[in-house]
């Protein structure tokens, strides 16, 4: 906590003055382009991966990057809190983007696959609940990844399935239907400190780099023409 404390003293010291315009024009409103999906691991930092400044990214964490699906009038059979920054940020800030990231070692993959449920942990052991449905389909071989871990298979396999659970918010699909909203799923490799994207023809993660970073901004062009 001390460190935290001191953070802030050296914020507002050495870095606030380089940003205090910018959070000026922030204190009237946010307009992020982009809703970002990952988990709460304190070794994924969002803004400091994709060099993003404060107000650039709308930014849900919880634990094991999650997104339950919706039933077939949009109520979240899950947590009421990620089905609502889903619609806030789609309806109320209009995002043209929403990235789903996972993450190398991930903890909730882990307990995942483990042989039981942890104990004392009756919140925990019922949200991982929402993540079962990824773990059959390891078992059945169709997840990405051959030569991972196979904790590190399920969460590429993961951020799949969260994929298509987005698809079944009506807001989200009538905006991707209308090529107004577009999806990606990305992995961070915490050893490498890469960043992976799903390539949907190649059927697994490819590196971001700047070839594909390059096929990827004009896919999304293409998909909703926007730049």
Known sequence: MRKLIWGIVEFREQQLPRYAEHFR???????PNTLFI?????????????????????TMR?????????TADGLSTGDLSEASAIEYAVKVLEGANI???????????????????????????????HARPTAT????????????TPY??????????QL????TYPIVRQRVAAG??????WWFDIATGDMYSYERARRSFGLIDRAMAERMIAQIARSHGSS
């Open 25 to 31: 024009e922030l204190a009237d409103g946010q307009s």
């Open 38 to 58: 990952t988990c709460a691991d304190s070794r994924v930092a969002p803004n400091l991966l994709v060099s993003s400044d404060p107000g650039e990214l709308f």
């Open 62 to 70: 919880n634990v094991g990057n999650l997104v339950p699906p919706a």
């Open 99 to 129: 990235v789903v990231c996972g993450h190398s070692g991930c903890g909730a993959m882990k307990t995942v696959l483990a042989p039981g449920p942890l104990d004392d942990t009756p919140n925990l052991t019922a949200w991982l609940h």
């Open 137 to 148: 389909r390891l078992a059945q071989d169709v997840a990405p990844g051959y030569g991972l």
């Open 152 to 161: 590190d298979r399920l969460s590429q396999l993961n951020v799949l399935v």
């Open 164 to 167: 298509e659970h987005l698809m």
């Open 180 to 185: 107004e909203l577009a999806l990606s799923g």
